[in-house]
Nanobody, 124 residues
């Protein structure tokens, strides 16, 4: 599966952005789609994930209540709606894909496919 992330940009603290991840290739109901982020000088970290079939969602505590992940099966697209953005949300955001089984979602090495990343910058 190939992933193409888009939608990043510059926003003021408290603002909102919506990221998109276009998915091409064969997908499976047992797939999980996720968003990771990597801030300057830090390791890539898990933010949120959604099961392609069923739509169950998972959030890291740092984004829960502010970010919402969703998917449109007809458009083969995953979205990340980010509200109440903070300067500490500044990072390159990556979408990723994997099968649901196979270890913790938090471990980026368990994810099979990655998009190219999109920059999100939140100014104070």
């Amino acid at each position: 599966v190939q992933l193409q992330a888009s939608g990043g940009g510059l926003v003021q603290a408290g603002g909102s952005l919506r990221l998109s991840c276009a998915v091409s290739g064969r997908t499976f109901s047992s797939y999980v789609m996720g968003w990771f982020r990597q801030a300057p000088g830090k390791e890539r970290e898990f933010a949120t994930a959604i099961r392609w079939g069923g739509g169950s969602t998972y959030y890291d505590y740092s984004v829960e209540g502010r970010f919402t992940i969703s998917r449109d099966n007809a458009k083969n697209t995953v979205y990340l709606q980010m509200n109440s953005l903070k300067p500490e949300d500044t990072a390159v955001y990556y979408c990723a894909a994997r099968f649901a089984s196979g270890g913790s979602y938090y471990s980026d090495y368990t994810w099979d496919s990655w998009g190219q990343g999109t920059q999100v910058t939140v100014s104070s």
